[in-house]
Every structure is written in C-alpha cells, then in structure tokens.
C-alpha cells in the first residue's frame, strides 16, 4: 500500500509540474539554456516582460525552494510558480505595477529579500558606446570594471567588460556561491560590451568573470581587465572596491603646468617598495609604512622624484612587476589602492614628485589574466610572430585594435586621474618599436611596408603621449636604440615622451669605469662619446636596476683597484654624472654604495652605513643633488647644446676631462674629472672669465672618504693662456676625483 502511494504521489506532482510548465510561454529548450547559463541574453527573458496580454516577471533562484514575488503597493507577496526544476520561477505582475522585490525562501524555514538584477537598465549611453567603439572613451575606467554605486535608488555594484567573441559571460563570487547561472551579464552586440548591476554586492566582494566562448565552451575564469583591486595569492579573484580617499596634495596639483619644463632640475630616485626596506623577520611593510620613512629618507637626500617599479597588480614577484596582469590595480602587497594614494599624497605633501614604471608592451600568459580573454586574441596577435616575446614567455598587445590602445591609454590616465602620479616611465619601448625585436629571420612579420618599424605601435606610442601631456603629466622611454626624435613633439614626426633614458651613455661609461684606471686612456672615447649626441634626444642619465643584477654586480663592485680606490671610482663617477648634461636617475642602494647585488626578496643592506666611507657615498648623493637643484648652470640647459662647452676632451693620456656647464644668464660652472689615482699637481685649465673660482664641490673631499690632498677654498686665475684661452687656473687634481668650481669675484 505504501509503494501504491508514493506512485500516486509521483503522478501527482508531475500533474502539477506539466500544468506549471504550461503557464510559460518559454519552451523547453530555451528553459534549459536558461538553467544551464548557456543563454546569451537572459535579460531578454528574466525581469519584467509582456507576453500577449500579460506581464510577467522571470527570475532563477536554484537555491531558493520556493519564491514570493513582493509588489510595492500590494500587501501580499504573490506567490511564483516553478517553471524549471533548477528553479526558474515565474509570477504574472499586477496591472500599473513595476518595482518589485524577491522573498527567497528555503527549506531550513529561513527567508531572504533581495532584489532583481535584470530590472535594471543599462548604465552604459548611447555616448558611451560610441566611444568605447571607436576606442577614443578617455574616462573608460569609469565604465568598466566594478564599480560601487547606488543605482535607482539601490545600492550595488554594476560590473562591466569588453568581450565581443564570448557567447555568454558572467559575473561570480562571493555572493552568489561562484555561480556562473546567477548573473548572466547583458550584451551590447555592437561593441561586444557585456554589463550588469548587481544590488547588495558592496565593497571588499570577491569576484571573476566566467566566460564561454562563441562556440559555447567554458574558459578558464578570469580577473576584471580593469579590476581596481585583487585578491592575495594564492587567490587571484578581483575585489570590489570603492576609494575613500581624501587627498591634501592641492598644493603641489595647482603649481603643475600642463607643458613639460625642460629646464628643472629632475634628480630621480628609484625604488622597489618591496625591498627598499623591510620590517623585522624581512616582513614586507604596507604602502603607509613605507610612506612614513621614504618621504623622510628623500627629503634628506635631497631627490626631486621617486621613481617606482611597476606597482600594478602582477603575479610573479621574481618580474619585479614588470609583467603585468592588472594595469588598473596598485598591487595587493602593500596594501590597498587608498593606502597607496596615501603614499603618493605624502611623497606629494614633502614636495617629491612621482614616477611610475609603466608596462604596456606586454603581459603574462597566466590563465586568468588577458591571454584569449574570450577564447581569441583579443588583446594580443594571433600570430606570435607578432603577439609573442619568446625571450619573456609573454604576450604582445596588438596595438592596431583600437578597443586595446583604449584599455592602455586609459590606463594610462587612470593613474594620472586617480592616483596623481606625475610621470609615467614607458618599460621596454625598443621591443614595441620593432616587429624583429630579439626575433631571427623567419620569426617576425613586415610591416606594410615591407620595414621592420612596427607602425600601429608608434602610432599608439604618440596617442599615449599626446594625451599624457595633454593631462599635465609627463613620460619617460626606456628606448635603448638609435630611433630618431623619441623625445621629440609629434608635430615634428618625434614620438612625442618628455624624455628618453640615455642607455649609451649609462652602458659606455660604466663599462669605463670598470676599467683598471691604467688602460683607461684607450678607451677615453667612452667617456667624451655621449656628447656627441647629448642634446639629439631629451635624456636622462639612468644607472638603474638593470644593471645592478642578473651577475653585474653592484655599481661598486663594478670599480676596480684596493678598497680606498674603489669607493673614490664610484664618488668620481657621480660627479661625473651630475656635471653631465641630462637630468639624473640613480636606483636605491647606489647613494650609499650597496656592495651587493639587488635582491627583491631583501631589504638594502642598511648596516653599511655604520661604515665611514659608505656614509661619505650617501652624504655625496645628497650634496650633489642639492647642489644641481640650487645651481642653474647644472640643470637649466640640460636638454640644450648652448649649456654644454669642452674644455678639453683630449687628455687621454692623464684621463682628465675638462668642461664648462652654463646657464641662461650666462652663469657657469666649471668640472674637471681625474680618472686615475695620481694627484696631477699644477694641472692648468684654461677658463673663460678673469676672476677669483671658488670650490663648490670636491668628490675627494674628507668628508666624503677622501684624501682631500686638494682642499682648497679658492683660486684666483693667470694672465696664462690654456686651452685657447686668455686666462687659466693652475690646481692640484685630487686622484680619483670630479671637481666643480664657480667664479666668485670677477675682475
């Protein structure tokens, strides 16, 4: 009897489910593709519809047992019938009505209100969408991504992405259990733009898009493109965020001028965050621990900017950012994106500016980053002998997309908008120039043109710097090449940066001073080359972190001879270099002479400055940097061949480099090199003015860790001609030393 009953009632609730199906007007198979998340636009069949003469409201709850459809102005929840068994429900909406809730409720007897993403209207205008199809949308961090809002009254997160190829994408995390059915995202089928409004998903909510190709398979879960923060490894979701963030840097904001000044004075500092410092037990400090010791320790030594390695979102440590995986993200290990305002805001307060590395020239071929976003090469070539860097194991963007250059260039912006960065350094700007960068023949693609001159990406490279100047910041290319006019305007055919690393100079002269000081007159040309095109290009004299890794040593271990010989190389060296026409950059570690090689798994190695002759290193850096910013002569013409003037370029023999730095007033400064260990006693300098020069800085001087055998204050000029000139100082050259001196009284 038993078993006669339960078939009754299995007969029985199949009545009711026929008579439940028959109330929709949707078919099975629709039903399915519904329930599957297999639907390409369930908003077409999920909110508020008419069908013949009645409307109905669709929702899918697969964990709800049953669902009360609430109207505003009708007392009692309308109970919803069940349409397909994984939980499709389906209620007819009373007449003139239209706002409306959900009552969820489940089978431990629990109850929960929510409301109704697909009753929502599109956020994205008609405007909005032209832009992002033409690819010129300058605010496209505004419109893609997550975004916190409250929209129609309700409060949310409306999530949006660029995926023409998909045949369905969706929103899961945290708040609907990963659920790729819950949150089919509507299509913009012009522009391939998917979008939804979320209600109730706050900030902090962890998500990712889930994504099926246009041939209906599920593809690896991916981040948000322009996700403004992500999850800490292992997880790699993105995170829902909304900045609270006031900043107090008006003042600094208020004196930028929209045109870049060529004739400040730029002495670059360039940091790791990860490794600049570290805390006890080598724990890594937040980006507000961070801000409180590094405005202090660059105030003290007197650089106008830091230069920061990427600090945008990137899997691996070991790239030191430069394989990126998030351009909208400060990275997670520091904190979050307000904590990295503050420092930006604090840096900006104590009057430094701020340089970001920047990375648009490739990306990482990690599942859930960009590599066939939507099951193509949507963001890179299909061809990798275009969309492939072999030589990094990454991918290429493909600049002719103009959906792309929009992501980059408003990523760009974004950085400049949001978090006030001042300068973007472009990495790698060689290996975007030429399609046969590190390529054999047979593994790269001719332009058009049948060149090697990869066009779309110039073409994107003066977009980015057209519209960077346009917003009053400025931009720095690491371009290692003989490519004409980088740091010319585009309106004179140049690619349009500020300036452009001089990676010549930085790989000859270092590759001198390596030298053992007794062959250095043969290969005194490396020297004096550098200005033969100094003024050719905007630059800037790098000794970056490229070249104190990978088995180069540190710059110190770079110089020759006993101890005392190589801490006085190195001190020449940055005379040198401040003397020498083109704004400074110096990596962290370099002002106080690190003896090892960087380790981004380490703190510098603070301890040495418990040492004399690394203190003296330090308080050189700083002294020079102080006086190059309070001496026009040493800055002001830097990018002009009228502030540089030889001497004498000739004395191989003795390793000694004389040379005049000028300023627009006609104010000069006179710099002498000695590259050998030898005092030169009575060296004659020819000069141009009659007077009395006084000493205004002596790399050999005591305080630095110098012998300071030539210490004197002041030195009047000869009626004796030197140099082609009338008049001349006579002075001792300390060995292994740069001295700068300046006309005091005129006569």
Not at 115 to 132: A, H
Not at 302 to 310: A, K, Q, Y
Not at 598 to 610: G, K, P, Q, R, Y
Request: charged share 25%; with cysteine; glycine share 10%.
């Amino acid at each position: 009897m038993q078993q006669f009953g339960d078939y009754v009632c299995r007969l029985q609730l199949k009545a009711i489910w026929k008579r439940f199906i028959n109330m929709t007007s949707l078919n099975k198979a629709t039903l399915n593709a519904l329930a599957g998340g297999r639907h390409g636009n369930p908003f077409s069949l999920y909110g508020i519809h008419r069908q013949g003469g009645q409307r109905l409201v669709r929702t899918f709850q697969p964990n709800a047992d049953s669902v009360d459809l609430l109207v505003d102005g009708v007392a009692n929840g309308i109970p919803m019938h069940r349409v397909h068994a994984a939980g499709i429900f389906e209620a007819e909406m009373p007449a003139r009505k239209r706002r409306y809730r959900f009552c969820l409720n489940f089978a431990d007897g629990n109850s929960h209100v929510v409301e109704d993403p697909y009753r929502f209207p599109s956020m994205l205008g008609d405007l909005d969408l032209y832009l992002m199809g033409q690819g010129s949308h300058r605010d496209i961090f505004k419109k893609l991504g997550a975004h916190e809002i409250q929209h129609c009254g309700v409060k949310g997160t409306w999530f949006a992405t660029w995926a023409p190829n998909a045949s369905r994408v969706s929103i899961i995390g945290d708040f609907n259990d990963w659920d790729g059915r819950r949150h089919v995202m509507r299509l913009h089928p012009g522009n391939g733009l998917w979008e939804i409004f979320i209600p109730a998903v706050e900030g902090g909510a962890k998500y990712k898009f889930e994504l099926l190709d246009k041939h209906g398979e599920l593809l690896p879960l991916k981040a948000d493109p322009l996700g403004q923060f992500h999850e800490a490894p292992p997880g790699n979701a993105s995170v829902v965020y909304k900045s609270q963030y006031h900043w107090r840097d008006q003042q600094w904001s208020n004196a930028k001028t929209q045109i870049p000044r060529l004739d400040e004075a730029i002495s670059i500092y360039e940091v790791h965050l990860g490794s600049w410092r570290r805390g006890d037990n080598n724990t890594i400090l937040s980006y507000r621990d961070l801000a409180a010791s590094l405005v202090e320790y660059v105030q003290k030594m007197n650089f106008t900017h830091v230069e920061l390695l990427p600090v945008t979102e990137h899997p691996f440590d070991g790239s030191w950012g430069y394989q990126p995986i998030g351009l909208y993200a400060p990275t997670q290990r520091f904190g979050n994106p307000d904590d990295f305002r503050y420092l930006v805001d604090q840096l900006h307060q104590a009057g430094i500016g701020v340089i970001m590395d920047w990375v648009p020239a490739h990306f990482p071929k990690d599942e859930h980053g960009l590599r066939r976003f939507d099951g193509t090469a949507l963001y890179e070539h299909e061809d990798p002998r275009k969309g492939e860097h072999s030589d990094w194991g990454t991918l290429i963007f493909n600049y002719g997309r103009r959906e792309v250059v929009n992501y980059l260039v408003g990523s760009a912006l974004y950085w400049i908008d949001e978090f006030h960065i001042d300068a973007l350094r472009v990495d790698a700007v060689a290996s975007m120039l030429y399609l046969d960068y590190s390529r054999e023949d047979g593994e790269w693609l001719a332009n058009e043109k049948g060149g090697n001159e990869h066009l779309e990406a110039v073409d994107f490279l003066r977009q980015l710097n057209e519209i960077i100047h346009a917003y009053s910041a400025t931009s720095y290319a690491e371009e290692s090449t003989a490519w004409p006019g980088v740091s010319r305007p585009t309106s004179a055919g140049g690619l349009g940066f500020t300036y452009k690393w001089n990676m010549g100079w930085m790989n000859d002269t270092l590759s001198y001073m390596s030298e053992d000081p007794v062959h250095r007159k043969y290969h005194h040309d490396k020297m004096t080359f550098g200005l033969v095109y100094a003024f050719d290009e905007n630059f800037v004299l790098p000794l970056s972190h490229d070249e104190v890794v990978h088995g180069k040593r540190s710059l110190l271990g770079r110089m020759p001879g006993d101890d005392w010989q190589r801490f006085a190389n190195l001190r020449a060296y940055y005379g040198f270099m401040y003397g020498h026409p083109g704004k400074k950059l110096m990596f962290m570690g370099g002002e106080f002479a690190q003896e090892k090689e960087w380790n981004h798994d380490h703190s510098l190695d603070w301890h040495l400055l418990e040492q004399g002759r690394h203190r003296g290193v330090q308080k050189l850096v700083a002294d020079l940097n102080r006086l190059y910013q309070d001496t026009a002569s040493l800055h002001e013409l830097d990018c002009s061949h009228e502030g540089f003037e030889w001497i004498d370029w000739q004395d191989a023999d003795s390793s000694v480099l004389c040379w005049l730095r000028h300023a627009k007033d006609g104010d000069f400064v006179i710099c002498v090199s000695n590259f050998t260990p030898l005092v030169r006693h009575g060296y004659r300098i020819g000069v141009p003015q009659k007077g009395i020069y006084a000493m205004l800085l002596n790399t050999d001087a005591e305080e630095y860790g110098g012998s300071g055998v030539s210490a004197f204050d002041t030195v009047p000029t000869e009626n004796v001609e030197a140099h082609g000139r009338a008049q001349s100082l006579q002075i001792d050259l300390p060995p292994l030393a740069t001295m700068m001196l300046r006309i005091k009284d005129a006569r």
